[in-house]
Nanobody, 117 residues
């Protein structure tokens, strides 16, 4: 059972930046995908970005060009650099990993990101 711990959330003004980190409890070499979801109040959880073990990346249209995703297998950590933040990016952000046909098998506890206008 892989445990994931997010960090780096907080309060920032519109146009600012934050970097989220997701640290895994064990090696992530075997995790085919790692990614970030977010859930805003009253909305469904959505996939924001995902990175494969080979480094291929997916981005939701709403964050494309602003939120580069990366992973450091040696450090067992995934990152989400969040630039040019907008108030609509306000949400709880969740780290997820190890996709199967039903989606991610492992989830972090979530970290709050709040963007003020």
């Amino acid at each position: 059972q892989v445990q994931l711990v997010e960090s780096g959330g907080g309060l920032v003004q519109a146009g600012g930046s934050l970097r989220l980190s997701c640290a895994a409890s064990e090696s992530i070499f075997s995790l085919n995908y790692m990614g970030w979801f977010r859930q805003a109040p009253g909305k469904e959880r959505e996939l924001v970005a995902r990175i494969s073990i080979s480094g291929s990346k997916y981005y939701a249209d709403s964050v494309k060009g602003r939120f580069p995703i990366s992973r450091d297998n040696a450090k067992r950590t995934m990152y989400l650099q969040m630039d040019s933040l907008k108030p609509e990016d306000t949400a709880v952000y969740y780290c997820a990993a190890g996709w199967n046909v039903n989606g991610p098998r492992y989830w972090g506890q979530g970290t709050q990101v709040t963007v003020s206008s």
